[in-house]
């Protein structure tokens, strides 16, 4: 193996030991809240004029199934307002909630401890109302700020190597926003964002008859170079680092290249960009593991083998229709991405039946036309381990899902010898391991937060791990952008048969590992998430989501 990989192999591994969560041990950051210096959660850049986008009138009557099924929604044009509604849909604001003396904003993407460390930015052709350029989106105005104008030069190589109309948008991340409060193991919260943001710009291109498709062939400093962020003067560790670039195109649309041109990235060399980065907070603290892990696995520019799109690799088609929810839960698409929340603790006592279980599981398998999963992120890596708490029709227990067939043998050498194996569903790779009551065990391995064992299941999203990382570093990231996804799709799935659900980052790590009787890092536990009969909150008020713009133009 060459040694820049090697090091940067050993360093990854070494960041993703030394950010565990022990029973009895942490790990390390400030230990308390310096609420004076929390992060503004909202980038601006001072001295440009932002481009208001239209707030959607009306949404699309789409139902539940719209959101997955590109057959289900016709495609619109490119134009100022079809970007706003991408935009407001996928990363808008949803609501503000209030208690006396503290009001914060809520977003269609969840984020951990709600700091949201994710950026968008836009690079679009001219639109009617909007002129060519590289913008950065604003949820809080729901407006583009112009960072670099396009031209017809640019214009026309994105279109000619693309071979079709669309638009580039890329994602970053702002690790001290999570630093502020998670210290070391922020980075894993990042990447776990950039998954759920990914997602949900998915699910709400789909809604316009939109696709997404990660570039994968792209380096991250070719995002820097079409950004300009390396002509931006950042406040000091408070950088945005570029994550992925994608093409947004007509759904359906064949053989879309998944690289920039040589051409496309000498344009974006010469444009000049605009704007100073607004301060977030007025001190820092330095968890330089992050730096070292974030140079470890920034992505290099390369041809992979998986610049097709592989899907399929979970169900074949159509084995199990797709659940449609009873009457009472027919929630529009639209309505189901607006209400998305997460739940805050559960009832203890509300179950769902086996149908509704399977088929929220269903809805994490790539499926070939279905979004999230076809934006092409690589053959699945995480399966998921399931603990069974509240459904009718199964015995409470330890369940696996395995979303990557190639897994299975390793697994099963690998876990304990007593986990049973035994298939529960014919038209699902769902498995019981081992029956019995693991409520307080889910809790216990989830930091102790009841949340993970008074829902109808939780579970730990188990990844291929140490061979991912050997071959590519990068893809460290990649794995916990994969559980990002499934978290938001759970999510939506949730909200679409009236439960509730939360992810949760905070877990014990090799505890889960124990429980499954794993013994190295073949695999690995990243990301935890709970579904169930959600209890509200009375002491929090609502606020409209852009309830702020409209006094503003009052
Ligand atoms: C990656 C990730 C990890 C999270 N971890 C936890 C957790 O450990 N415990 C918890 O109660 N909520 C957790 N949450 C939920 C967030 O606190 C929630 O998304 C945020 O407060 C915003 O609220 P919303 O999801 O209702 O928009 C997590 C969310 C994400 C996306």
């Known amino acids: 193996m060459n040694t820049v990989i090697d090091s940067a192999v050993t360093e990854t591994l070494l960041y993703h030991e030394q950010t565990k969560h022990h029973f009895h041990r942490y790990a390390r950051s400030a230990g308390f809240m310096d609420w004076a210096n929390q992060p503004n959660p909202f980038r601006f850049y001072e001295g440009v004029t932002p481009v208001?986008?239209?707030?959607?009138?009306?949404?699309?009557?789409?139902?539940?199934?719209?959101?997955?099924?590109?057959?289900?929604?016709?495609?619109?044009?490119?134009?100022?307002?079809?970007?706003?509604?991408?935009?407001?849909?996928?990363?808008?604001?949803?609501?503000?909630k209030s208690i006396p003396g503290s009001t914060w904003a809520l977003r269609m993407n969840p984020s951990s401890g709600n700091l949201h460390p994710t950026e968008a930015y836009m690079i679009l052709p001219a639109l009617p109302g909007?002129?060519?350029?590289?913008?950065?989106?604003?949820?809080?105005?729901?407006a583009l700020e112009p960072r670099a104008e396009g031209s017809d030069t640019l214009q026309q190589q994105?279109?000619?190597?693309?071979?079709?109309?669309?638009?580039?948008?890329?994602?970053?991340?702002?690790?001290?926003?999570?630093?502020?409060?998670?210290?070391?193991?922020?980075?894993?919260?990042?990447?776990?964002?950039?998954?759920?943001?990914?997602?949900?710009?998915s699910f709400s291109a789909n809604l316009l008859g939109w696709e997404?498709?990660?570039?994968?062939?792209?380096?991250?400093?070719?995002?820097?170079?079409?950004?300009?962020?390396?002509?931006?003067?950042?406040?000091?560790?408070?950088?945005?680092?570029?994550?992925?670039?994608?093409?947004?195109?007509?759904?359906?649309?064949?053989?879309?290249?998944?690289d920039l041109s040589r051409e496309i990235g000498t344009e974006f060399s010469g444009r000049g960009f605009q704007g100073r980065p607004n301060r977030l907070s007025d001190d820092h603290m330095d968890w330089e593991i992050i730096s070292r892990v974030a140079e470890a696995t920034a992505k290099p520019k390369h041809e992979e083998a998986a610049l097709t799109v592989h899907v399929r690799h979970g169900l074949p088609e159509s084995t199990r229709p797709f659940y449609t929810p009873p009457t009472q839960f027919k929630i529009p698409a639209a309505q189901i991405?607006?209400?998305?929340?997460?739940?805050?603790?559960?009832?203890?006592?509300?179950?769902?039946?086996?149908d509704q279980f399977c088929t929220m599981l269903d809805k994490t398998l790539p499926r070939d036309a279905c979004a999230p999963f076809d934006l092409g992120l690589t053959v699945p890596a995480i399966h998921l381990l399931l603990f069974v708490h509240r459904v009718t029709g199964l015995e409470p227990g330890l369940y696996f899902l395995l979303r990557a067939e190639r897994d299975l043998p390793a697994l099963q050498q690998k876990c304990h010898r007593h986990f049973l194996w035994s298939p529960v569903d014919e038209t699902l790779p769902l498995y019981l391991l081992q029956a019995g009551d693991f409520q307080s065990t889910a809790a216990s391995v989830s930091c102790g937060q009841s949340i993970a064992g008074e829902s109808a299941f939780s579970l730990g999203m188990i990844a291929r791990f140490r061979a991912e990382i050997e071959t590519a570093p990068y893809r460290y990231r990649h794995l916990f952008w994969e559980t990002g996804m499934i978290g938001q799709a759970l999510y939506l799935e949730a909200e679409a048969q009236g439960v509730g659900a939360t992810g949760i980052g905070c877990f014990f790590d090799d505890p889960v590992h124990e429980l499954m009787g794993l013994s190295d890092d073949a695999f690995q536990s990243l990301y935890h998430f709970t579904v169930g009969g959600p209890r509200?909150?009375?002491?929090?008020?609502?606020?409209a989501a852009y309830h702020h713009l409209e006094a503003a133009a009052r």
Request: charged letters at 25%.
């Open 536 to 543: 509200e909150d009375a002491r929090l008020a609502t606020l």
């Open 52 to 96: 208001r986008l239209p707030l959607l009138q009306k949404d699309s009557a789409g139902e539940h199934l719209a959101l997955y099924e590109r057959s289900r929604n016709a495609s619109q044009d490119f134009t100022r307002e079809s970007i706003g509604a991408f935009l407001e849909l996928s990363l808008g604001l949803s609501a503000w």
């Open 130 to 142: 909007i002129t060519a350029g590289v913008f950065h989106y604003s949820p809080l105005l729901h």
């Open 158 to 201: 994105i279109k000619k190597h693309f071979h079709t109309d669309g638009f580039l948008v890329a994602l970053t991340s702002i690790f001290w926003r999570e630093a502020w409060k998670y210290g070391e193991r922020a980075f894993r919260y990042c990447q776990h964002d950039v998954g759920h943001a990914l997602a949900a710009l």
């Open 212 to 258: 997404v498709t990660w570039l994968n062939g792209v380096s991250d400093e070719e995002i820097t170079r079409v950004l300009g962020f390396d002509q931006t003067r950042w406040p000091e560790f408070e950088m945005e680092h570029p994550e992925l670039l994608c093409f947004v195109h007509r759904s359906g649309e064949q053989a879309i290249p998944r």
């Open 337 to 354: 991405i607006r209400q998305r929340r997460s739940a805050v603790a559960f009832d203890g006592v509300s179950s769902i039946t086996k």
